[in-house]
């Protein structure tokens, strides 16, 4: 069907330009009505096939657009559409528990860190407690000061070195 529309146009164009040329000739020769009644007949030819390939172009449209439509209601296209979307849900719900687990592990570390941080703050402030209790009369200004200064940095192991320090300075002199 679409190769006979198609051969008509061209036939159409064919007879058409053939008409041309005989009206052509025939207004060298000298009969000008003959002429004028050949390119208006031409013209009307040449008409007639753009409205025919213009039918055709449109039908060829609309019967790829009605074969498309049909495929694309299809039972198996359906099947598959939905076979497709549910994998895609499936991928973003596992991309969705991943973001959320991390989240909560991110947020369960950060929990962590803000309890030890507490718990070292508290350890330290007892420790200076019992620090500045056990050397109460050997304690100096400045070494209550470096005291002070280790608890507040929490370095443990700082206010202990002093300690010993002072202990010992204790003992020697005392």
């Not at 049909?70 to 596992?94: D, N, P, T």
């Not at 989240?103 to 718990?119: G, I, S, V």
């Not at 400045?142 to 192991?157: C, E, F, N, R, V």
Request: contains cysteine; hydrophobic residues 50%.
């Amino acid at each position: 069907m679409a190769r006979v529309a198609l051969y008509a146009v061209l036939l159409a164009c064919g007879l058409a330009m053939t008409l041309l040329l005989l009206g052509f000739s025939v207004w060298q020769l000298g009969f000008l009505s003959l002429a004028g009644w050949c390119y208006a007949l031409a013209g009307n030819i040449l008409l007639l096939a753009f409205a025919l390939l213009i039918f055709w172009v449109t039908g060829v449209i609309l019967q790829v657009a009605f074969h498309d439509i049909k495929r694309y209601f299809r039972q198996e296209s359906r099947i598959l559409r939905r076979f497709v979307m549910l994998q895609f849900y499936q991928h973003a719900s596992g991309q969705k528990l991943l973001l959320e687990k991390r989240q909560l592990h991110y947020l369960t570390q950060l929990e962590q860190q803000r309890l030890l941080a507490a718990n070292n703050k508290k350890q330290s402030r007892l420790l200076f407690k019992a620090i500045k209790v056990e050397l109460a009369d050997s304690m100096t200004p400045s070494s209550y000061k470096a005291l002070k200064q280790h608890q507040k940095q929490a370095d443990p192991q700082a206010m202990l070195s002093l300690r010993n320090n002072l202990l010992c300075q204790a003992s020697i002199t005392g």
